[in-house]
């Protein structure tokens, strides 16, 4: 294998790493990119002394890190305020924050944390908790519990000592147990459960059929928006905002399954004028035995071509 092919195999699990540590996946390829670019021109200077992946997670470690420098974390709107309860009072505009984007499981790749079967240090509400901590230990956390660095490893990498990266490490997981959610957030029902639930969601929502959603969220069910800031916390508000935003009948919407973050996710088409369907927002869930426990709809068309799906719909 040459040196370009292998820079080619790593890419989408250094896309994956910058993702964590940026959350967002624009500029996550962008920063890929630019470690490439850095790489290539320190070519010369690579001595062969680690293995090339291990010598270009720590160019995008400090690209990252630069970049962090100058920019304002990742959030969704419950980082910002309390629930909202009038679902005719959205504060539709736009706020000036940077928001949290999803990250499309088609472009993981071999990234070592599927690898091992462990998806949750880029679901959603992970990689949220990860963007409250300060760059470097974030840092830290992604190196030491992701990708299993030794500690002194790390500490070249940041030029400081074990004992600071080992003091970073446990800042920074209690500082993640406060942010995370509950560890029954985390864990998802077994076939056939999963299959049903996903299924009754997404003809439910079509339809507007708000009794089969009645029984599939959970009491304490959560309903996000970016870059709507407005949020809703439980059933009976959730519901209330499903039925003053959805139109009744099967043909306004349309819904194709798709997958981010680790988790199922679908696709919202919304019926235009012209007779097709056009892109209106990404939905990603969060599934637990007890039901659907969270929804955070991007209300981004401009996501779908990194999900790999068409703006428009011309039938269902």
Known sequence: MNLEEEFA?????LVAHCYRMLGSLHDAEDAVQESYLRAWRGLKDFEGRSSIRTWLYRIATNVCLNFLQHSSRRVVPSALGAPGNDPEDLHAE????????????????????????DRESVRLAMVAAMQHLPPRQRAVLILREVLTWPAADVASLLETTTTAVNSSLQRARAELARL??????????????????????????????????EGLFTADARWEMPPIPTWFAGRRDVLRLLDAK????????????????????????????????????????????????????????????????????RSS
């Open 180 to 213: 995370r959610p509950r560890e029954d957030e985390l864990s998802e029902p077994d076939e056939p459960l999963r299959r049903a639930m996903l299924d009754q969601f997404s003809a439910a929502m079509v339809s507007k059929d708000l009794a089969v959603l």
């Open 94 to 117: 736009a706020l000036e924050v940077p928001w949290l984007e999803p990250f499309p499981d088609q472009l993981l790749g071999a990234d070592p944390a599927t690898v091992v079967g």
């Open 246 to 313: 959805l139109r009744p009948g099967p043909n306004h919407r349309l819904f194709t399954e798709t997958s981010a973050n680790g988790q199922p996710a679908f696709a919202q088409y919304l019926a235009g004028k012209d007779g097709a369907y056009h892109a209106h927002s990404i939905k990603v869930l969060t599934l637990t035995t007890a039901g659907v426990s969270a929804v955070m709809a991007f209300h981004q068309p401009a996501l779908f071509p990194a999900f790999g799906l068409p703006l428009i719909c």
């Open 9 to 13: 195999l790593l890419r989408g699990e």
